[in-house]
């Protein structure tokens, strides 16, 4: 069957790509102009024929050139030599020394004792995808991303609800809550500063933000219940507390759509919520309008983030937030939370949760806690991690306690790392495999969030691969193809159906598939050297959608069909076809119910493990500080020019270069701190320098630090800003999902005279 490829917008200053932005979540449509013969972003704009976005893009994806130019790209292959240097060596060379050395740790220790990191970030996800078949050729069973220290508490308690993921409606609810969340900043919200704004002049909706800093979305709020730093889990259970003890409860829903009530209600009724008003800091007469406003309003969507998925009680807090939608009845309708379908699942939403090999910690979604790796490795446990593979990421420098976590890979037998650039971690590496940019391969992602159309966006490069780099499919392609993974005869079988057609491939492969248990496991290898080729604009990368494209139309047929696709091949077809992304199911509003797994289709509201942790909340654990430690940093803020660490080269920001250390003024003026001065921040484990700035949004006891920073991009040390993770502790973490409490680390700050000449990072305790 072909495939209509539509060309690029040729005009006489260049050629206009539509794309997408990289940089969150959102992955809002862009148009990108380029100049031929040459490898700038002469221009980006939004691409107002996009599925999802219409045009919109924050001030971040203007900047997207810094990303593709800014940094010093890898354009070979790189292997560690005795003397701890680097030798270039061939691509043929670097796979097949890759793939034995890999092997030899399979045959020695077993291929459990693999462990790989990464399969995308937040706008690469298809080259995990391929990681797959390679892991399972040597026996890994156990990995893990950043998600791991992000969304796996709230993803363990929505397997328990929904069993998947929701979202809210935030273009039509009465009500919009965020929990930890500046929308203004961070997105999240397709559109979000435009919603916002709507929301915030629309006399009839409300806005409420729980939050310790008076953000630019609190600006826009009708209640901002500015909470003492990691007193959140107080504030939310004094919020159920209220509707359950004034009666704001949507009684039909609980009965007809819920189970386990009255457990729920029993804790809850036990609730002093003028004491959890004086935890939380918050005045209980606003708490009280805010949760009526909340219990009374025809439509509620809330939203919880990193604020509050990185501080104490996380995995509470998931509990506690949809709780207060589910008892005022804000699922499954205009407004409320939604469920939604899927192209692919980020991660396992199962109540059972495995283990880890070494430490026995949960590892909820399948995903290794980010901040138990390191002891997973550093140990003379036999189970222990012997070789890793990391892919996209660099945790070196973002997971807790860098000291710890550079010892691990120190301790590690073998590392390869795949990235466009020579990172923290890759120089830790005993192999580096230059990776083609996002914008110069065929890429994607899985944040497909929404309710009732859903959509996904298949980017064309932009830009010929950088000489000397390859697309991470290709890579692990090379991989697998060194380990001799998959029968010759398999492939060639399937190479000779895919000639004559579609049809012919599918019933072969489904004929594969039965004869062999192996064939779904290495799906997306044998579908990228098999379909792959026949793929218009050499879109090989694309050919595992055609394996998901059957996926959604066995999961979702009639919202596949609604969307316009008649069967799973026209759905390939428009996603592999489509510039601006395609929506891929369009549901019906009850459709919300027919994906919850429960049999009874009724919400079982008690989770144990989590009434057990509110019933005992203690107010002595809301304060985390001390006299030696006496403020709580924010190590991670988001600000107008931070974009994680995605983007190597600091010359993107255009304001807040050095990433400043904001606090209070009364903090600032109680230690003799003005605005430019020089602070030293001291934690539990180590210790930088920082300009200060003075902030009138954050309260007293509180400073915050931006994410992005403190990249070694030459190896030399020399950084602009804090590297957060020589300031956190890995030890401090949720009890149930080890999510890091990056939002609440215990600090002090000192004054730096023009005399001090200590180093702006330490890394030990001083």
Known sequence: ?????????????????????????????????????????????????HVSTHGYTCNKALRLDHYQNGSQRLTTPLRREADGTFTPV???????????????????????????????????????????????????????????????GEAWVDAHFTGGHTHGDFEHAEVSVFIGKNPFQSHGVARARTVLKEISKDPARSMIVIDPIRTETADLADFHLQVKPGTDAWCLSA?????????????????????????????????????????????????????????????????????????????????????????TGNF????????????????????????????????PGGLVPCNIIAEEIVTDHPDRFRAMLIESSNPAHSLADSQMFRRALHELEFVVVIDVTMTETARLADYVLPA????????????????PRNSFHLRAPVLDPLPGTLPEPEIYARLTRALRAVKPLHLAVLRAAARWGRTPFRTAFAALAVLDKKTLAMAPFLLYETLGPTLPGNARAAAVLWALAQRTARTYPDAMRRAGHANADALFDAIVAGRSGVVFSEDRQDDAWDYLPHPDKRFPLAIPELLRILDELDPAT?????????????????????????????????????????????????????????????????????????????????????????????????????????????????????????????????????????????????
């Open 332 to 363: 499954a309708k205009q407004g409320g939370m939604q469920p939604h379908s899927w192209m692919f699942p980020l991660g396992d939403y199962s109540t059972r949760m495995r283990s880890t090999p070494v430490t026995g910690a949960p590892m």
């Open 1 to 49: 069957m072909s495939i209509a490829m539509p060309p690029e917008t040729a005009t006489e200053d260049g050629t206009w790509h539509k794309t997408a932005c990289i940089l969150c979540e959102n992955n809002c449509g862009v148009q990108i102009l380029t100049v031929e013969g040459q490898r700038t972003f002469r221009k980006i704009r939004g691409d107002k024929d």
């Open 622 to 766: 809301a304060v985390q500080t001390s006299a030696q430690f006496p403020v709580v940093l924010a190590a991670g803020q988001r600000r107008p020019f931070t974009a994680n660490t995605i983007i190597h080269d600091d010359r993107w920001r255009l304001r807040d270069t050095e990433g400043a250390l904001r606090l209070s003024r009364p903090d600032a003026e109680a230690l003799g701190l003005a605005n430019g001065d020089q602070a030293r921040v001291v934690t539990e484990r180590g210790s930088a320098l920082a300009a200060v700035e003075i902030d009138e949004r954050m309260q007293a006891g509180h400073a915050a630090l931006p994410n992005g920073f403190g990249l070694d991009h030459h190896g030399d040390g020399a950084m602009v800003g804090v590297a957060l993770n020589q300031l956190t502790d890995a030890r401090r973490r949720d009890p149930i999902s080890g999510a890091p409490w990056h939002k609440n680390v215990p600090a002090r700050i000192e004054l730096v005279t023009s005399t001090d000449t200590t180093s702006a990072m330490t890394g030990a305790h001083p």
């Open 436 to 451: 083609a940019s996002q914008y110069e391969k065929y890429e994607a992602t899985f944040f497909n969030f929404e309710f």
């Open 90 to 152: 061939d691509w043929d060379t670097a796979i097949a020394e890759i793939a034995q050395r890999f092997a030899a740790v399979r045959d020695t220790h077993g291929g459990d004792k693999i462990f790989f990191y990464g399969g995308g970030g937040q706008g690469n996800h298809l080259g995990g995808a391929y990681a797959g078949p390679f892991l399972k050729g040597l026996g890994s069973r156990y990995r893990s991303n950043p998600l791991a220290q992000e969304k796996t």
């Open 239 to 327: 919020i159920l507390a209220i509707l359950v003890q004034q009666d704001l409860l949507d009684h039909r829903f609980l009965a007809e759509h819920t189970r386990d009530y009255e457990t729920v209600a029993d804790v809850v009724r036990a609730i002093d919520i003028s004491a959890h008003a004086a935890v939380c800091g918050v005045d209980e007469e606003l708490l009280r309008r805010a949760a009526t406003r909340i219990g009374t309003a025809t439509s509620v969507s809330t939203y919880e983030d990193l604020g509050v998925q990185q501080s104490p009680n996380s995995t509470l807090i998931s509990y506690l937030n949809k709780l207060i939608w589910l008892v």
